[in-house]
């Protein structure tokens, strides 16, 4: 299995609060993202980097920020939560694949509740 | 966005083989095929994947139509273990790497 861990793996706050998630990986690999996932709906991604210091938006990025300062880590805030950005977030990572069509390998998992 | 479609649900019996559908009409000459599942309760994980030829893995087989605008994900001889939900992806080698998640087919093995 890819070393990915999530931190933390559950979590419950109150709408308003900001909330920090991390994810780590010890594979060394360059592009790390972040998806959410809801009933109904399969794997959104929310934002992806491609590099330390290098990241950009996916599909659902409205009110969630991210940061990489170093390789491993891969954080996902969400400002001011709200009850809509209750979910569960998936951390996954994928290495530089030649264009020969990338794999990425997935964490656990953090279940969010903001109530 | 190449989409791609599946059917919702899929039942099959222990030790049989299963045949999961995917549809990509659209799909490009950049396009690779992925197969991702997603077993109860954890993140998806990584079956298989091709550009046009047939491949085999330890898990699975993945049949690709000669024009490439469809699919078949082949587990040979299904396990309850393989009960979880099957997503056919479709990612281009051209700019960023996202992978767009569709609903998937839930597969479930009967004892």
């Known amino acids: 299995d890819a070393g990915i861990t999530q931190s933390p793996r559950h979590k419950v706050t109150e709408t308003g609060t900001p909330v920090t998630l991390r994810c780590h990986q010890t594979e060394n690999h360059r592009y790390m993202y972040w998806y959410r996932q809801d009933p109904g709906h399969g794997l959104r991604l929310i934002h992806y980097?491609?590099?330390?210091?290098?990241?950009d938006k996916g599909e659902v990025s409205d009110g969630y920020s991210v940061s990489r300062s170093k390789t491993e880590d891969f954080l996902l805030t969400l400002e001011s939560a709200t009850s809509s950005q209750t979910s569960v977030y998936f951390c996954?990572?994928?290495?530089?694949?030649?264009?020969?069509?990338?794999?990425?390998?997935f964490g656990p998992g953090t279940r969010l509740l903001v109530l | 966005d190449a989409k791609t479609t599946q059917p919702n649900s899929m039942e099959s019996n222990e030790e049989e083989p299963v045949h999961l559908p995917c549809n990509h009409s659209?799909?490009?000459?950049?396009?690779?095929i992925h197969w991702y599942r997603q077993l109860p309760s954890q993140g998806p994980e990584y079956v298989i994947h091709?550009?046009?030829s047939n491949v085999n893995n330890r898990m699975a087989s993945l049949a690709i139509a000669e024009d490439r605008k469809s699919s078949t994900l082949i587990l040979h001889r299904a396990t309850l273990r393989d009960a979880a939900v099957y997503y056919c992806i479709l990612n281009s080698i051209q700019g960023a790497q996202k992978l767009v998640f569709g609903q998937g087919t839930r597969l479930t093995i009967n004892p």
């Open positions: 091709g550009l046009t």
């Open positions: 659209t799909i490009s000459g950049t396009d690779y």
């Open positions: 996954a990572i994928s290495d530089v694949s030649g264009g020969k069509g990338e794999t990425q390998y």
């Open positions: 980097s491609y590099g330390v210091k290098d990241t």
